[in-house]
C-alpha cells in the first residue's frame, strides 16, 4: 500500500504560479513506480492528465499547459512537485496526484486549485 500526500493547493490571480506537492509514502524505486504524475478536475468535466514524470525521467504535458507548467522530482524524498506559472482560470480544478505501476495505481486526495481572473 503507498499513500500519496498532496500539498501546495490555493487561491491565486490570473498570472500568478503555485508549486503543488506529492510525497509517497514509500520509496518509488522499492515498489517499481513506472510514473508519477498530477490529474485534474474540473467541475462537471471528466479527470485528465495534466503531466506526467516516467521513473527514466521522461516528462510528458497536456498541450493547454505546455511552457506553464514543469513537473519535476526529488528521488531522494519520493516527492513529485508541479510548478505553475502564469495559471489561467481555466485551470481551476482539483489537482490528484497519481502514481503508476504495471499492474495497479495509487492516488492522493486532491487538493483545490482556483484561480481568479
Known amino acids: 500500500q503507498v499513500m500519496l500526500v498532496e500539498s501546495g493547493g490555493g487561491l491565486v490571480q490570473a498570472g500568478g504560479s503555485l508549486r503543488l506537492s506529492c510525497t509517497a509514502s514509500r520509496s518509488t524505486f522499492s515498489i517499481n513506480a513506472m510514473a508519477m504524475g498530477w490529474y485534474r478536475q474540473a467541475p462537471g468535466k471528466q479527470r485528465e492528465l495534466v503531466a506526467a514524470i516516467t521513473s527514466g525521467g521522461l516528462t510528458n504535458y497536456l498541450d493547454s499547459v505546455k511552457g506553464r507548467f514543469t513537473i519535476s522530482r526529488d528521488k531522494p524524498k519520493n516527492t513529485v512537485y508541479l510548478q505553475m506559472n502564469s495559471l489561467k482560470p481555466e485551470d481551476t480544478a482539483v489537482y490528484y496526484c497519481?502514481?503508476?505501476?504495471?499492474?495497479?495505481?495509487?492516488w492522493g486526495q486532491g487538493t483545490q486549485v482556483t484561480v481568479s481572473s
Open positions: 497519481n502514481l503508476a505501476r504495471s499492474r495497479d495505481d495509487y
